[in-house]
C-alpha cells in the first residue's frame, strides 16, 4: 500500500518515543557523575609502578633494568637508574630508579611496557578523569605520582593481580627451596670431606 | 500638486530611469530589468489613474495592472531565457558585442 | 457565561483598557505597538521551547536523554543556546560582501515575522484583519528566498553558494503546491480573508466541528500542505539546503554567533507561520474541536494545535531519511503539483454535488485513484544513464 | 502629499536609481527588489491591496530570483571588468532626461490641479473575483493561455539543442 513504508516508519519512532518512557531498559545511559558505570576489570588507561607493603620508596618492585623504556614504541618513558642499591622483596640488594617519568599525553597505552618487565613492577591503570590544566608538566607524572600499593592492584585487577602474586610466590618459593637445596648440598660437602682446609672465607657471594 | 500629478510624476520619473537603464547599461539582464521598471511606472500610472479617476467601481485600472503584472512576469521569463540561449551561443552577454546578425 | 467570555477576550480587554490611559493623538501608534509586541515576545518563547521539545523528542526517539543538564529537565537550555550564540565571535569572512551579509538574516527574520500579521491567534485576535490575507502571507512568504539567496551568495564560499541554491530551487518549486494546497480551501470558504476563514469553520453540527480537514478535499489539501510547508521550511525529509554529510551547513555556512541564530530563529518562525497557516485553513484556526470544550478560551486551542503541529514536524524529522535532488524536485513537480489540481478539481465536484454519502464516495475515489497511479507511475525505476549537465557549460 | 507618500515615493526611487547604476549586477538586482516593494508600498497607499501584494509575490517572489538565476547561469555575478555602461551611455542618459522632461511638463500643464480627492474607493477582493469571472472572463482566459505558451517557451529557448550534446 502506498506509503506504508512512512507509516510503519513512524510507529516505530513512536513506540521508541513512550518506550523509553515506560520500560527502564530501553533507556541505557548512565547520568556520569552521579551514577557511575561499574569499572571494567580488562580496561586500561596509563600505568602505574607498582610497590609492595606500605612505602613506595622501599617497596617499589623497580629495579631499573631499562627494558620498557627501551621497549616503548613512543618512548614516553625516561629512566635513571640510582647509584646504591636497596633490598628488594627477596632481600636481594636491587637499584631502583632515582628518576622513572612517562609523559602521559605520549603514552598510548598499548599495555608493552607491562608485558616486558620481568619483574611485574609496572601495571596498566583505568582511573580515566584525569584532566589537568597543564598541558605539559602536569601530564609528565614522576615516580612518586605513578607508584601505587599492590592491594590498589588487587583492587582495579583482581584476577590479574592474583595471579601476578601466586607466580611471584612460586618464584620465591623456587628460588628459596634451591637456596636450601644448595645450602644443604653444601653442607652435605663440607661433612664428606672434613680434611679439605677451610676454603678462602666466601666473599660476600649471594645467598640466592 | 494634486496626488494624481504627484502619482504621473513619480510614474514618469520611474519610466526614465528605466528608460536610461536599457540605453545606458552594457548587461542584457539589466536592459531587461530596465525594460520590467518601465512595465512598473506604467502599472503605477494606472492604478493612480483607477484611485482619482471618476469611476473607480469599474476596476478597469487594477484589472489592467494585474494583466501587465502577469505579462512581465511571461516577458521577463521568455526574455532571460532568450539571453540564456545567446549566452550560451555566444559566451557574453555584453550588448556591444552582440552587434552581428549571423548564427 | 460571562467568565468564559472575559477571559477569552482577556488580551482584547486589556488592550482597550491601556489605550484608555494614552492620549487620543497617539492612540493608533500605541495601540499597534500593543497589539504587535505580543507577537514579538510570544512566537521567539515557542520558538526556545521547540529548540528544547526538538532536542529532547528526537532524543527519545533514538532511546537516549534530550538535554537535561541545564535547568529543571533541560528547559533552561535555549537561555543557554542563546548566550551561546550571543558571546560567541562574529566571524565576516574577508572576501565576503559586508552589507548583503548582514542583510540577509535581517530580511529572513522581517519576512517571517510579517507573516503573523494576517494569522488569527484567537478570538478577534489578529493584527490585521486584510482583506486578501492569505495573498498577503504568499506574497510575504516569497521574500524569504530572496534573504536565503542573498546570505549563500554573499558569503563566497562554494558550499554557501551551493546550499542556496538548492534551498532556492527547492523553495520555489515548493511554493507551488502550497499556494495551490491554501487555494482548496479559498475556493470553499469563498473568501482571501483568514478571519473569514476561521470563522465559518467555528461552527458545530451537534458536537462536530465544521472544519476543512473532515472533507475529503479539506483531508488531502491538509496532507499536500504539510508537505510543502515541510519543504518550504526546509526541515525533516527535504533539509538539503543544510545537508550535513554532503555540504556542511549549506547558505549559513558562512554565519556565526548572532546571525547564525537569527537563521534558525527565522526558519523556525517560518515553520510556525506555515503551520499556523495550517491550522487557520484546515484545523478550525482557534476553534474548540468539540462544541462542549467552547469555553476554553480561543488562544489556547490555537497554540495547542500549532504545539500539536511541532510534535508532528518533531516526529517526522526523527524518522524519515533526507530526500536526493531528484527525488524532491521529481515529487514535487510530478506528485504534488497533479495532486493539488486535481484536488481543487475534486473541491469544485464536491460543492456542486447534493451532500450525502455519493459525494463522500465520488470525491473520496476522485482523490485516491489518482493518488495510487501516480505514486505508481513515480515508482518504477529509470535506468541511471550517464548525468548529463543541460544547463552548466 | 502625506509624509507616508514621500517616503515611499523615495525609496523606490532610491530602489530604481540604484539598479540602474550599481556595478555589481547582483546589487543591481536586490536594489530593484527594494525598488519594487517601495512601489507595492503605494499601491497599498493607493488602496489596491491585491496588486500590491501580487506586485510582492510575482515581482520580489519570482522575477528577482529568475534574474538572480539567470545573471548566476551567465556567469556575470562578479563585479564586470570592461565599464559597466555602454559606449554610447551619454546619449542615452540624454535621451532619458529628455523624455522626463517632455513627460513632467506635459503633466504638470495638462491637469487642472484639483484639489477634491475622491474618497478613497474599498475595494475587496471578491469584487476583484467577480469583474475577472465576468466582465473580464475572455483576458483571464487568454492570460491563461499566454502564461503556458510563455512558460514553454521559456524552456524550450533556454534548452541546449540535443543535437549539439555528444
Redesign the interface.
Known sequence: MLGAGILKGLAETARNFLGSYVSKDRLTTVQFPEERPPRIEASRNFPFLVYDGTDPQEGLRCVSCFICEKECPPKCIFIEKSTDKKPDATGKPQFYPARFNIDVSVCMSCQICVEVCPFDAIKMDNAFELSATDRFDALLWNKQQLAKSNNYYHEIHPTEAAAVDAELAAARAKTAAAAAASAAAAAAKKLAAPPIPPTPPTNGDDIL | MSPLNAYLLLSALLFSIGLAGVLTRRNAILVLIGIELMLNAANLNFIAFWRYGPNPAALTGIMFAIFSIAIAAAEAAVGLGIILAVYRHTKTTDLDQLNSMKG | MIVPDTVDQIFVLSKHWLLGYVPTALQPIVSAILSVAPVLVVFPLLFAITTVLERK?LG??????GPNRVGPYGFSQPIADGIKSLTKEDIVPRSADQV?HLLAPLLLVMAAFLAYAVLPIGRNMVLTN???GV??F??????V??AV??AG?SSRSKYSLLGA?RA?AQM?SY?VPLVLASIVVIMAS????TVAIVNLQASYTSIWPHWFIFTPWGFTGFVLFMIAATAESNRSPFDLPEGESEIIAGYYIEYSGFKFALFFLGEYLGMFATSGLAITLFLGGWAAPFSFLTWIPSYIWFFAKLLALICVFI??R???PRLRMDQLMGLAWKFMLPMTLLNIFTAGVWHFMPSGFTRWLVCTSLLIVP??LL??GLKQRKKLQIR?Y???? | MTLFFLIAAALTIAGTAAAMSLRNPIHCILSLTLGLVGLAVLYLQLGAQFVGFTQVLVYVGAVAILAVFAIMMTRSAGSPQQPAFSRSWLSGSAVAVVVFAVLAWAISSALPSTKIVPPQPAVSVNQIGDALMHKFALPLEIIGLLLTAALIGAVIVAMPERRETP
Open positions: 523528542g527519545r526517539i533514538q532511546n537516549r536523554y548583503v486584510l482583506n486578501a495573498l498577503f504568499f506574497a510575504v512568504g516569497s521574500m528566498e530572496l539567496f542573498m551568495w541554491m532556492v520555489i511554493e469563498g473568501s482571501l480573508s516526529w517526522i526523527g524518522t524519515l493518488c495510487l505514486s505508481r548529463t543541460r544547463f552548466a557549460e
